[in-house]
């Protein structure tokens, strides 16, 4: 199974500062022959379902505002807020889609600072 | 609109069974992959099974055995079928649908049912 590993557990950032989270997995999740990564993002705040931000490692799903990001390839992975707002605080959590069984990060706590 | 909503969580008691719902709307349940997650109370997030369109399925080790993924395609409905519960399976459960031209990213999800795993 591939396992990823997230850095910080948590992060505690001030309201228009960035904030960064990392992603690390056991092996690549590049698929050479489309040279795509498989690795997504998620944010999950207190009550609800995650909620894809990112997929692709680097794309946004429609409607996510672009203040997130999303960069790396094979086996390093961010995901970069550029200006935290207070509509951010939730746990973000990587996911790789390259193999069965899909897996995720343990997550990260972000908060206001 | 895309909707999931899940439904059949409870309280039961270690080795009994549960069968999970997920109605979905706006979307064939038949034409997507369709996957389980859980999470388990304060914990993080945990890949249980997946249906493929084709019909074929995988589950993680920890419910391999015990758990079976289905769908009714008249209804539009994928289920989970829980047997031999134990108190490790306590957790929200979400069904989600894997997004074929993102690659099967879990593009939407449901709301969640809680499974109680207690004597």
């Known amino acids: 199974d591939i396992v990823l590993t997230q850095s910080p557990d948590s992060l505690a950032v001030s309201l228009g500062e960035r904030a960064t989270i990392n992603c690390k997995s056991s092996q690549s999740v590049l698929y050479s022959s489309n040279n795509k990564n498989y690795l997504a993002w998620y944010q999950q705040k207190p009550g609800q379902p995650p909620k894809l931000l990112i997929y692709?490692?680097?794309t946004r799903e429609s409607g996510v505002p672009d203040r997130f990001s999303g960069a790396g390839s094979g086996t390093d992975f961010t995901l970069t807020i550029s200006s935290l707002q207070a509509e951010d605080v939730a746990v973000y959590y990587c996911q790789q889609y390259y193999n069965t069984p899909r897996t995720f990060g343990q997550g990260t706590k972000l908060e206001i600072k | 609109e895309v909707q999931l909503v899940e439904t059949g969580g409870g309280l039961i008691q270690p080795g009994g069974s549960l069968r999970l719902s997920c109605a979905a709307s706006?979307?064939?349940?038949?034409?997507?992959?369709m996957s389980w997650v859980r999470q388990a109370p304060g914990r993080g997030l945990e890949w249980v099974s997946v249906i493929y369109s084709g019909g074929g399925t995988h589950y993680a080790d920890s419910v391999k055995g015990r758990f079976t993924i289905s769908r009714d395609n008249s209804k539009n409905t994928l289920f989970l079928q829980m047997n031999s519960l134990r108190d490790e399976d306590t957790a929200m459960y979400y069904c989600a649908r894997e997004r074929e031209d993102y690659g099967l990213v879990l593009d939407y999800w449901g709301q969640g049912t809680l499974v109680t795993v207690s004597s």
């Open positions: 692709w490692a680097s």
């Open positions: 706006g979307f064939s349940v038949s034409s997507n992959y």
